[in-house]
DNA sequence: CCCAATTTAATTGTGTTCAATTTAATTATA
DNA sequence: TATAATTAAATTGAACACAATTAAATTGGG
């Protein structure tokens, strides 16, 4: 068997991998937020901005309606963000952040650094990291 | 909004896209073979030893037998693998390739560089990413 | 203006992923 | 040696991912 076949040489592999085992690290963290991880995403990008089209969502996230539809519903039972169409547009549905999903950005911030303490890399692997792991993103 | 709050320069956003982008490109390939991601990566590890127990194929790929269980069937179902319970000890599943899929290893094997290429790196650098990744497994 | 093409979400169906529980087999211990 | 603890899979239930299809709204060419 020779090495570049092997299970463990396999760069997608590792890749996999290690994307999984992060997101379990961060766990702990998301279940203090009663979020899953893709929640926790979605309202990342909205702590940022307050609104953002499902479509946009989309781009940021690399995720499509058929997996965000779902989520963002999820957020809006639990009250985090409310869902409208657009005026201008019909098609378009804006997802806009709640008073309580403001309120649990505060509790998250504070997890931040925590949560970024959990991947074992000291500052310049992880900007070296970064900058691999770019290179594998569209554009 | 301090730039280590944004969604683009967290870590685990970027090794999670990443991870989604790269199996997204091996998706032709796999489709080729007839194979989910999961299910290439269980017969990568038949293929270099011909015989796996579940508890093994799930320290390998850092998967449970609550994932595996349903993979592993599927993969009886297309008669790549047989299933059978240990004589020595009666609680281990055991998987065994078989000659349809060892016939597939010729097939895949032929891939793998193709495969391997559709990272956008040069050799160092997957030299590098990969041991960054490394960093984050477990131990 | 009219209708075909495009765009945006939602829906449907398949297949993971993972936590929690259950079942059966084995091992350890009182 | 009974039985308690441990181990290995399977099962269950919730939540993604993603391809393919559908439906509604908008845009663009004749």
Do not use: H
């Not at 991998?17 to 979020?35: C, G, M, N, T, Y």
């Amino acid at each position: 068997m020779s090495s570049e076949f092997k299970l463990e040489n396999r760069l997608c592999f590792r890749l996999y991998a290690a994307s999984r085992e992060v997101i379990k690290q961060l766990r702990p963290f998301l279940e203090a937020l009663d979020l899953t991880y893709t929640q926790y995403l979605v309202m990342v990008v909205l702590w940022e901005g307050g609104t953002c089209s499902v479509k946009q969502l989309g781009q940021r996230l690399y995720l499509d309606s058929g997996t965000l539809t779902p989520v963002i519903k999820n957020l809006e039972k639990k009250e985090l963000l409310r869902r409208f169409r657009s005026a201008e547009d019909e098609r378009v549905v804006m997802t806009e952040i709640t008073d309580s999903g403001k309120a649990l950005q505060r509790r998250a911030n504070e997890m931040t650094a925590d949560m970024q303490a959990c991947m074992a890399l000291d500052k310049s692997e992880k900007a070296a990291l970064g900058d691999l792991l770019n290179k594998l993103l569209p554009q």
